[in-house]
């Protein structure tokens, strides 16, 4: 990914213009990871997003921020403490490093004014968010450093900051572009997106490889460059330069070809070719909101009900194994009909049989008089011999029975599970989680934790709501008993069941409001569908849809299962609703 200093350096601009004078009205910390301040300003209410992950460090506006934890953490506490009706004064970068900070005015604890910074440093595993005051100590910080975790610089309550080491490298804002070009020039045994990655400040791999591109058509080493190509590296430095101090950035999302978001940049991204799509967004915050949701959403799910996959995984292993032994146990009673056959036989040829044989050879009338041995027990008699065997024949017959009713409880059993893992993966809201669980306690699959107790029941969440281009309602089950609620509740005669083909997902209704509805919207709506069901990842999906009034539910089925015999269908391509 690009956020590099040069991105950094545009999205410190953009978030400049909107919260430079804002004041915070609230902080937020929905992960160990992560902050959310409320920023007040004249023009409305913006959420700044600060995450130090690992994985995808970074900053930027939100649109909708993540859920909070019921117990705010201590560091959450103590950063409402020193920040909550703090006006941030200024967003400064370190140069084009990552190291962004971002300066208060605050009041203290007796009403003194203070200066406080929150430095946010943007550095893969190395990433943290440190709060300042202005003696220059840490306050606190999202990852406390200890000696033993570096010896350059700790990160403990009352330690002196230090800035990241520097990197010695040029600042192109600041050099004129034919001596960056010149030094870039130098290193001729380099290929030349690695002496642009060793020459400049702030500049990433997919930028390095970007301009080397862009110059050569390919990353040809340095020493092989023409004179043409070397006059090109010279006006590729120069336009960039022109953009970052213009302040003109174009925000470019490039998609793979499952149209999936595989990079981001600052400016248009030509090195992938024409087999990758690219989308311009309007501002950096949207480009980075955009990009990293998704991947977001399944981290934060993961994270917050790790305990529950892993419940349900278990229960999951179990149906399977438990399903896969008692279609073994069905098939011994295949042979059934031939211990039938045996035991009549028996009964037949009684009279030319004794005690005391432990083998009988009778004539199978059933297979051309052909001869036939028996195994018996010869201390009993023949008949007591048949009649064995006709016990035998009785046990697995009723086994049959059974066998096939328990096989088809498991097959129904382990639909059902994985309908709720399904929706638990989509799922991202705490609430969302314990309705799941409270789902399966009341199945009897997990142990229900009010001992008996009453407590008072908690409204359940509505469905997720969407609307089609034509305006209709389009309604989405959050789990199977808001399915069955939105099925047999909600929908009326008239309104549109959907739901993806043969594969868990939510039930999903196109709100008709008593009038005929478009063949586009029910188009949109399977897209949704789709979307939300195990199949979105699918390039193509089959929905079916049908008038809700055709949905059934059989007696004693478990929530979110129905059956239905008329109906349409449609094949889509999965769409998030919200994009």
């Not at 419940?311 to 008692?326: A, C, G, P």
């Not at 809700?548 to 349409?568: E, L, Q, R, S």
């Amino acid at each position: 990914m690009a956020l590099d200093g040069i991105f950094i350096n545009f999205l410190v601009n953009e978030i400049s213009e909107k919260l430079i004078g804002s004041k915070v009205d609230k902080v937020h910390q929905p992960t160990k990871n992560e902050l959310v301040l409320i920023m007040r300003s004249r023009q409305g209410m913006y959420k700044l997003f600060l995450t130090a992950d690992a994985n995808a460090p970074r900053f930027h506006i939100i649109e909708n921020a993540p859920e909070n934890p019921q117990t705010p953490p201590m560091l959450c506490m103590l950063l409402r403490k020193k920040l909550v009706g703090a006006t941030l004064i200024e967003i400064e970068q370190y140069g084009l490093d990552r190291v962004v900070l971002f300066k208060f005015d605050a009041t203290n604890e007796i009403g003194d004014k203070v200066k406080l910074t929150l430095a946010v440093e943007i550095m893969a595993q190395h990433s943290n968010i440190i709060l300042i005051n202005e003696e220059n100590n840490v306050i606190d910080a999202i990852k406390r450093v200890d000696a033993e975790k570096s010896s350059y610089r700790l990160v403990l309550p009352g330690a002196i900051y230090k800035l990241p080491p520097e990197q010695n490298k040029l600042d192109i804002r600041k050099e004129k572009e034919t001596v960056v070009a010149d030094l870039i020039l130098n290193l001729q045994n380099t290929r030349l997106s690695s002496a642009i990655l060793k020459t400049l400040q702030g500049v990433s791999p997919l930028l390095s490889r970007e301009i080397a591109i862009r110059v050569t058509e390919e990353d040809k080493f340095v020493s092989e460059l023409s004179e043409t190509e070397k006059q090109k590296l010279v006006e590729v430095l120069a336009k960039i330069k022109v953009m970052l101090n213009a302040n003109l950035p174009e925000p470019t999302i490039i998609l793979d070809k499952t149209e999936k978001p595989l990079e981001f940049s600052f400016l248009p991204v030509l090195q992938y070719g024409a087999d990758f799509r690219s989308i311009k967004k309007k501002t950096l915050s949207e480009l980075l909101d955009g990009f990293y949701s998704e991947k977001d959403r399944v981290n934060r799910t993961r994270s917050k009900a790790s305990e529950l996959f892993k419940q349900l995984d278990s229960l999951i292993e179990r149906t399977v194994r438990k399903l896969n032994n008692r279609r073994e146990e069905l098939k011994q009673c295949a042979n059934r009909e031939e211990i039938k056959i045996k035991a009549e036989l028996i009964t037949a040829s009684q009279y030319m049989l004794k005690k005391g044989d432990s083998v009988y050879e009778v004539y199978n009338y059933y297979d051309n008089n052909a001869l036939l041995k028996i195994d018996v027990d010869p201390a009993l008699t023949p008949t007591q011999n048949a009649q064995k065997y006709y016990k035998e024949y009785k046990k697995a017959c009723t086994a049959e029975n059974m066998l096939i009713k328990l096989v088809e409880e498991g097959e129904s059993e382990l639909q059902y599970l994985e309908s709720v893992k399904d929706l638990l993966l989509r799922s991202t809201l705490e609430r969302e989680f314990n309705e799941i669980k409270e789902e399966l306690a009341s199945q009897g699959f997990l142990k229900s934790k009010n001992n008996g107790k009453k407590q008072m029941k908690k409204a359940a969440l509505p469905p997720l709501e969407f609307k089609t281009s034509q305006g209709l309602t389009v309604l989405v089950g959050r789990n199977n008993t808001c399915n069955d609620k939105l099925t047999f509740k909600t929908g009326r005669k008239g309104d549109i069941w959907l739901h993806a083909q043969k594969a868990p997902g939510s039930h999903v209704l196109l709100v008709s409001d008593g009038n005929e509805v478009p063949d586009d919207a029910i188009v949109e709506a399977a897209e949704i569908a789709a979307y939300f069901s195990s199949v979105k990842e699918s390039t193509i999906a089959t929905v079916d849809y049908t008038d809700v009034k055709n949905i059934k539910k059989p007696n004693g089925a478990k929530p979110g299962f129905v059956v239905y015999y008329t109906y349409y269908s449609v094949n889509v391509k999965p769409k998030n609703p919200s994009c």
